[in-house]
């Protein structure tokens, strides 16, 4: 496994979660590391991605709510994920994309 992600689980309505996607030293280098998610019945969609020099990008459903920042000590990007809500409900994947590598997925499951 290239990328090794975890933090999922089950919220309520309102709350936080943090995902982590790890990696080895020469793929965080050379790739903009970003999170999808694929809900049940629907596509794999963009969600976030952090490039090499810093810069982040984000769905437009987020809304502010979530934030990616990579810690390049660590070869991890994080997505943090504030008041979640039912429609985030998902399984989230890491991507690296310029190698198209992704890691095995993360459920996040919002619900009361």
């Known amino acids: 496994v290239q990328l090794q992600a975890s933090g999922g689980g089950l919220v309520q309505p309102g709350g936080s979660l943090t995902l982590s996607c790890t990696t080895s030293?020469?793929?965080?280098?050379?790739?903009?590391m970003g999170w999808y998610r694929q809900a049940p019945g629907q596509q794999r969609t963009f969600v976030a991605q952090?490039?090499?020099?810093?810069?982040?990008y984000y769905a437009p459903f987020v809304k502010g709510r979530f934030m990616i920042y990579r810690d390049n000590a660590r070869n991890t990007v994080y997505l943090h994920m504030n008041n979640l809500q039912p429609e985030d409900t998902a399984v989230y994947f890491c991507?690296?994309?310029?190698?198209?590598?992704w890691g095995q997925g993360t459920q996040v499951t919002v619900s009361s």
């Open positions: 991507n690296a994309q310029q190698s198209k590598y």
């Open positions: 030293t020469a793929i965080f280098n050379s790739n903009d």
């Open positions: 952090v490039v090499d020099g810093g810069n982040e």
